[in-house]
Structures are given as C-alpha cells and as structure tokens.
C-alpha cells in the first residue's frame, strides 16, 4: 500500500510498517538539498543530519535525537527555506536515520560523501543480529568495557589417543597432583588462567579475585560525564515535537537500564556480597573520584582464561559435537602416531562408526577426515568476513613408541601429517586453510618435555590473531556470569529462566529484559551455555553444555539390571529404535539426579535437537491430508509441513540409533510397474561433507511429519534409509551415501489417469530443504547458510540407482533447456521438463517464460531495479553471477552489512567484468537460480 505521504509500508508486525529503502531516503534527502539555495542553511542542515546519523550509530543516545530535533524545528523547520511537506519529509528522515543506523550510513555516504564508520565496538557476533540487538549492545558498552581475552581449546581425537593425558600435562594442577588420566564420558572441561610464566592454573580458587579484577581494570578507564551534561526532556521539547508532528513517529525504547551513577545506591542494598564490597569503593572512586582502589594479588596476573574442552574420542559421541564446535575456538587434533592412516579404527561397541557415519572398522585416515571436515563445518567460516586464519593444530601422540631419534620422529610426524592432508583432501581444499603450519609430536609420558611449554605458547599464538580476541563486552554484564559461575559450583546444570532473573535482580546493576535475553544469546553463541529461544524451550537454559551430552549418553549406552517385565519394550528398543514410555523411565531413574529430576525438560531438548521424535498414528492420516494443505499459509511453509490434525503415538523413534542395514537400495528407488516414480531429488554438499547426524535430524523430522512405511508389519527405518507414508498409495524414501542425501516420492495408485501430485512433492522437498537448512544454521549464520549445498537431480533415464552418478545441477535449467548427461551407457541429453516436472513445478513454469525481449545490456536502471527489489535470494544471486564466498565477504563488509548497497556494488562490478555479456536476459536467469536458494516459500516478485 502507498500511503498519503507518498512512503512506501507494507502492513504487519508492529501496526507501523516498514521503513523506505535506504536508496530511496537518500534520494528523498538529496532532493531537499537540492531545493536549498542559502549555503548557511543548506550546511545547518547537514550538520543537524550528520549528528542524527552518527548518534544512531555510535552512540544511541536519546539525547542526541530531542536535542536535534528541537534544533531543526526551531531554526530551520519554520523558516522560509522549507515548506510544510518538505518540513514534514525531513522530519520522516531524521526518524528513520535514528530507527536505523544501516540507513543512516548509507545516507551519509550516498549525499554527503561522509563514512561515519559503525558502532566499532560491537562483535560481530552482535553486527549479525538486528538493530535492535547493536542497540542494546552499543548502550550497555557506554557504562564501561573490558576486553575479552579467552582461549576455548578444543582437544579432538579418536579414543586412547592420549587426549586426557596431554591436558594433564598441559595443566599445572594436573601435573603437580600426578593424576592418572581416567577414559573421558562424554566430555571434560577445565577452566584456567594464563600465568606469566605461560603456564596454565585452575582458577577455581580465584573466581572472586579474578572479577575483581575484571572490575577495577574496566572501571579505572570509565569517564562519566555529569549530572549537569544529561539532557531531559521537559514539557516544552514534547509540545514542540507534537507540533511538528514528531511525537506519533519517535521511536518508543525500553527504559534503559540504570547507569553508574546509580549503582552506589544499589551496592548498600546488596552490601552482604562478597563481590559488592569490592565493587563498591571501584564505583565510588569512579564517581566520587574519593578514593584508591585494593590492590588485589592474583596468582596469575595475565587477562587471559583459558577453557580446555577434553572431548571422548568414542564414535557414540560424534554427532553431539555440534553443539561445541565454533569459530571462537582453537582446536588441537591428536593422532596416534603408532597407526597406520589405514589401519582399522576397532571399539568395543558393536555399534562403532554408525553414529559418525562410518562404516564397523574404519580406517584411522577416515577418523582424521572426519574430524577435520567437522571442524570446517561447525567452525562457521562462513560467517567471517575476513580471510580464515588458521586455528587448527595437529599433534601426534606416543613419540615415546616410535623408533628411531629425536630428529627422525619428528622427521616421521611431520610425514605422517603430510600424508594425511594430501589423501583425505588434496592441493586447494578450503579445509587446508584452518591447519596451523606448525605440528607437534609428544610423549605424554614425560610431564617436563619443553615442548608442552611450545604448544601453550603457540595456542596463545594463535589465539591472539583471531578476530575476536580483545573484543569488547559490557562491564555490567561480569556480576551476571559471576553468578552463573557460582551456580556452576553448586553443580546446577539447568536453570529455568525465573532462577536467571532472580540472580540477575539480586546484582547490584540488573539488566533490563532486552538486554538479558541478548547477553544469554550471546553467552550462548560463544558456547558457554545453550540457550533456545523457542516456544519450548525459551524459559529454559542449559548452565553446563556438558548436560546435553550426559542426557544424550543415557539413549545411546547399555543399561544394567532393567526391570524384566519390560523385556519386550528393550528389545524394540535396542532393535527398532523405537522407546517406550517403561524403557524411558527406567534410563531416567539410572541417571544423574540432575538429569532424571528434569526428565520432561529432557524430552523437549532431545526432541528439539531432533534426536528422537514422535510418529503419526497412521489412521489419523487420511483426516488430515485433505485439510493439511488448504490451510496452510505461505508463511507457514517456511517450516517443515507437518499435519495439524494428527495425532501421534505414546512413544519415540530416536533415529541415531537404527542399526539395521537397508536392503538393497535398488528396491525402494527402482521401482518397476505398477509404481510411478518421481526423478531422484539429491541434497549434495557443496564441501563433499555432510555430518551423519544431519540425516538422523533429518529422519526425525519426517517421524513426525508423517506416518512411518511398514513392511510385513515392520517399520522401514533403516541405518541410512526411512520409507513414509504421505498419503495412501503415495511414499517418500529418503537415503544418504557420504555427502549426499536422496529422496525419490512413488506412487502404487492404479488410477493412471492421473499423475503425480506436484503439490505434494514441491511441500515434500521444501520440508527437507529448510530442515537442512535449519541444521546448518545452527553453524553458518544467514544469508550463507544456502551455500552449504546445492539441489540436483539424477538422470530420469537411469533405470537403477548409481551413487553420485548422473546427477544434473537443477540451477543449471534455469540457463538452459537441456542438459548432457553422462553417466548413462550413451552420451544423451536431459530436458528441462523431463528433469524438473515434479520437484520443481513452480520454478520449471519461471525458467519456461521466453525471455528473448531481456537480451540486451544491463543498464543502471535494471541495476538499480534488481538492487532495491531483489528480497531473500541476495546473497546466492551474487554467487550465481560467478563471485566466490571470499569476495561476497569483502564487499558485504565494505558495505556495512547494507543489503541495497552490497547488491548494487556487486551488480556494477559484475557489469564491468562481463560486459558485453552482462545482459539483463542472463540477470534474470541468475535470479531465478538463485530464487531456488531461497529460505522462505514466498510468492514471488517479477523483476523483469
């Protein structure tokens, strides 16, 4: 809708609309200074422009928006140089330029040629999030910062590799105690300090201390300004504002949380905690200027924490990593350097490899692959917008069994490593690029080998050249994680969201409810807690990390002396995956207090981490297909589509847990008459890596999506394979081999006058196309969590399933009307048509449309068109136009983040580079490739 004013709004969300495009305000604004012929007034203006746009940036206070405001309405609002409709335009302006500091950027840019930089201090954990989160984070920096300096060391390998044993020694407590390591469950995690000697202590004596001094070196660099320099709106500044028809458009914020002037009022309430009586004189000195502050003695007086994560290297545990692995880490890699790259990988567990996704026996060359395609992948590298830095470190173990000297250990480590980088990924893998250049060869047997010494010394190293090490967080955040540690010492794992905001209203400086749900986001982001903000599970959060993978442990391990009148129960769940309600009990009353007291909590995280999930009752099926579809919206399609009306069995599948080979394949995807079989869908991922536990997550979605295929009265859920019932006479296999995953709809109606609902497969496919996506977005952040892998589909005219054989990039239809395929006995081409009829109806009618007229050269408007409508598909519409992910980085970053900037700037250079082939035909073409990219399933708009 358009509204008086001539702005452009769309209807929803808060009542109020959207704001206009930052082209368009900038347009607006330079139409303005263009009217204006007195220079004075013209540089009155920009003045009162460039405080408005840097306040929104840098400063955010509110201060700075009434004062301008005030300013423009009184000398320049009601004079002659300015009519009521530009009065009113400029008066938008200023709004939006405070509501938005991307725009107020732009605008500086774009009219003025001014960069007045971005809220610098904000992480860019922060940076991704919205306004509202760089708001908050911007204002809770004003009353003070401190640097964070943190290593969080991830120490990765297979079992009985000596990973406990290396911590150990790594650890002054550790090695001074001479602690026999013990096998790691699940995993460990110790938190210490960096010594001046380089060493590392626990610092569990010295939490205390260790704030204090956290505090006094924050504070002692705070300059707060007086009372006297505070502005304050009176009755006068809102009458104006009403007015000038101001008041209805002034953007209403949560009250700020208090500042420091106030906190020594506070501190006497809370004058019986121990950390209060160190704060106390800090802020007094800070305010008062009356006096000096205690020196406390540290241990250690380095800044700098180190948290070791000591992981089990058993295959039971690989597919929980997820939730540990990220980019603020530092990750050390161990092998056994007594193994042979081929040797077999052998474990007590039966079960060995499935749950990483390995075959029974693999080699320990597979288990390196493994660990590091994990690391690329959970690391989000995706999200960087500078050029990866190294983080990984390979170290080889049991130099004491090797033979030979020093040198020619070494000379064989070194080797060793070489080769196996070479064979698991080869000359130009991104993967290359996260391993530090220099590897380490031990002897855990030997507590004072200098070497331990060099490896503290280059993890520092390489922590410090990390991007957010030394980034700034908010000073009056540290009594709130000082008393999440102290929760962590009365061994509370999980906390409901009333335990959290009791302890952060009895600090002195409590955050407002903004500013608390953001800094759990963040203690979440940086791994210290697990913190979900959905409907389930927002009032609950996860204190020690470890918890998810005991609870996780409980599903997975064998049980000792279960009640024998559940015989029958175990064995279908030891065989079928499938878990009762008397087996769920019983491994919740052999568990950890902690875990069997808050089992309905343990349900809903397990389930939301799609680690089991609940099937459809069958019969309930046919009710709700004929209503699923009509009533559901657009908007709801952007999750998986799942059946309102169904009801679902008392029990779960926990998929990670099938055992059970398939059979052949070729019986579920070679179906002969009377079967009609849609074309073989394939995910493929892009890095040729693809976690296992995505298919497990994957399965899980679709046992509560729809009803579970049965065969001679068993459920079709394999190791690898699941078969679903979609509606009667109607099934959907999905399988996975390596890095691909596959899924084919077949139906057995004998009415073969009708074909195939194309409805029901194009919900099918965006059902598991954003549950990928939802799985990767717990590791690359948006817009790039698409590019993590791409869409294909087999040659129709493969009569028996071929792994990664014959498969046709579906983006590469959108180009052409035809494709080779080479895989079949005689060279031959794939339609359009043919390819896409099912999969991908809506997209195969787009790319059908004749598009002749487009092909002619791009000019500034088409540009400028693409740039201010393109909508979800930006950044995989840049891929498309042939820029890789490390250009696509640098230009989002030089453009501030600005969606409308960054798209322009890549159309022009794309422009330039093409030239006589940038032609608006091949433009519209990429759009629609990249449309198949896109998150949401929305109507879409027609650029050209």
């Not at 700098?304 to 990593?321: C, I, K, M, N, R």
């Not at 509560?704 to 068993?714: G, Q």
Request: charged share 30%.
């Amino acid at each position: 809708m358009i509204d008086p004013e001539g702005t452009k709004t769309i209807e929803g969300g808060d009542g109020g609309g959207i704001e206009p495009t930052a082209s368009e305000v900038a347009r607006d604004l330079q139409i303005v200074e263009e009217s204006i012929k007195d220079e004075k007034i013209k540089k009155d203006l920009q003045d009162i422009i460039s405080k408005i746009s840097r306040g929104s940036v840098q400063e955010r206070s509110h201060h700075i928006l009434t004062e301008n405001l005030k300013s423009f309405a009184t000398n320049l609002g009601s004079s002659v140089h300015f009519s009521l409709g530009q009065t009113k335009q400029i008066i938008k302006t200023i709004i939006v330029l405070w509501k938005t500091p991307s725009i107020a950027k732009h605008v500086m840019k774009e009219v003025y040629n001014e960069d007045i930089g971005d809220a610098t201090d904000v992480p860019n954990d922060v940076k991704n999030m919205d306004e509202k989160a760089i708001e908050i984070y911007s204002k809770a920096l004003k009353d003070g910062v401190e640097e964070i300096k943190n290593i969080r060391l991830m120490v990765l390998g297979m079992f009985g590799v000596g990973k406990t044993s290396l911590v150990n020694n790594m650890i002054k407590d550790f090695r001074d105690k001479n602690i026999v390591p013990q096998s790691t469950e699940g995993i460990d995690l110790h938190r210490c300090q960096l010594m001046e000697n380089g060493d590392w202590c626990l610092d569990d004596e010295h939490k205390l201390t260790k704030y204090q001094s956290r505090f006094k070196k924050g504070y002692s660099e705070i300059t707060i300004p007086p009372l006297s320099n505070m502005s304050v709106r009176d009755d006068s500044d809102i009458k104006l504002m009403k007015d000038n028809h101001v008041a209805s458009n002034i953007p209403v914020t949560q009250s700020d949380t208090r500042s420091l002037e106030t906190i020594a009022k506070s501190v006497k309430e809370h004058i019986e905690q121990e950390i209060v009586r160190t704060v106390l004189p800090i802020v007094e000195v800070q305010t008062m200027r009356q006096q000096d502050i205690k020196q406390v003695s540290l241990k250690s007086k380095t800044n700098t924490t180190v948290s070791v994560w000591d992981f089990a290297g058993q295959t039971l545990y690989y597919s929980t990593h997820q939730f540990f692995l990220n980019k603020r880490s530092i990750y050390l890699v161990l092998m056994d350097m007594t193994k042979g790259l081929d040797d077999p990988v052998k474990e007590d567990d039966e079960a060995s490899g499935i749950w990483c996704g390995l075959m029974k026996d693999c080699k320990y060359l597979e288990v390196f692959k493994f660990w590091l395609n994990a690391i690329h992948m959970y690391s989000g590298h995706q999200s960087s917008t500078e050029k990866m830095k190294p983080s990984i470190i390979l170290v080889g173990t049991r130099k004491d069994e090797m033979t030979g000297n020093n040198d020619e250990k070494e000379m064989k480590s070194d080797k060793y490593f070489q080769e196996a980088l070479r064979r698991a990924f080869g000359e130009g893998s991104p993967i290359l690029q996260h391993i530090h250049k220099r590897k380490f060869l031990v002897d855990n047997l030997s507590k004072g080998d200098p070497v331990f010494n060099q490896l503290r010394t280059e993890i520092l190293g390489l922590a410090q050249k990390q991007d957010y090490w030394g980034e700034k967080s908010p000073l009056r955040w540290i009594p709130l994680e000082q008393k999440l540690d102290a929760l962590r010492d009365e061994r509370k794992q999980l906390l409901k969201m009333e335990d959290i905001e009791q302890a952060n209203e009895s600090n002195v400086h409590p955050l407002a409810v903004d500013e608390l749900k953001l800094f759990l986001e963040i203690q979440h982001k940086h791994g210290n807690i697990l913190y979900f903000n959905t409907d389930t599970l927002k009032n609950l959060i996860v204190l020690a990390p470890q918890w998810i993978i005991q609870a996780f442990k409980r599903f997975i391990t064998h049980i000792m002396h279960t009640n024998p009148l559940n015989l029958d129960a175990w064995n279908d769940y030891m065989d079928l995956a499938i878990l009762k309600h008397e087996v769920f009990t019983e491994i919740m009353d052999s568990s950890e207090k902690t875990i069997s007291d808050n089992r309905d909590d343990v349900i809903k995280y397990m389930e939301h981490l799609d680690v089991m999930a609940k099937p459809l009752k069958l019969e309930e099926v046919k009710e709700a297909e004929c209503t699923a579809a009509d009533h559901q919206t657009e908007e709801d399609k952007t999750e998986p589509v799942v059946h309102g009306h169904t009801k679902y069995l008392d029990f779960h599948i926990v998929p990670c847990r099938l055992k059970k080979p398939p059979p052949p394949i070729s019986k579920f995807t070679s179906r002969p008459e009377p079967f009609r079989n849609t074309q073989v869908l394939c995910f493929v991922f892009c890095e040729k890596f693809m976690p296992p536990s995505f298919f497990h997550r994957l399965v899980a979605v679709c046992i509560r999506t729809w009803p579970i295929s049965k065969a001679e009265n068993k459920n079709q859920l394999y190791n690898g394979l699941a078969v679903f019932v979609l509606r009667p006479a109607y099934t959907l296999t999905i399988w996975y081999e390596d890095h691909i995953i596959y899924a084919r709809i077949s139906s057995c109606s004998k009415k073969h006058v009708s074909d195939i609902d194309v409805t029901l497969c194009q919900d099918v496919r965006h059902t598991l196309r954003i549950s990928l996506l939802n799985f990767i977005g717990q590791s690359v952040e948006n817009p790039r969590t698409a590019t993590a892998f791409e869409e294909y589909i087999q040659c129709p005219s493969m009569q028996t399933f071929s792994h990664n054989k014959g498969i046709l990039r579906v983006k590469e239809f959108m180009y052409e009307n035809e494709l080779n395929c080479e895989s079949c006995a005689e060279l031959h081409t794939v339609e359009r048509a043919e390819a896409l009829q099912y999969w991908f109806k809506n997209e195969l009618e787009q790319a059908d449309k004749n598009d002749d007229a487009l092909n002619r050269p791009a000019q500034d408007s088409d540009l400028l068109h693409v740039a201010k409508s393109v909508g979800d598909e930006f950044w995989m519409l840049g891929r498309e136009l042939g820029f890789n992910d490390k250009r696509m980085n640098e230009l989002y970053a030089e453009c501030g983040h600005v969606q409308y900037r960054f798209v322009n700037r890549y159309l022009s250079e794309w422009r330039e580079s093409y030239r006589g082939q940038a032609t608006v035909q091949r433009l519209n073409r990429a759009i629609n490739a990249a449309r198949l990219s896109c998150s949401k399933k929305t109507k879409k708009t027609v650029l050209f």
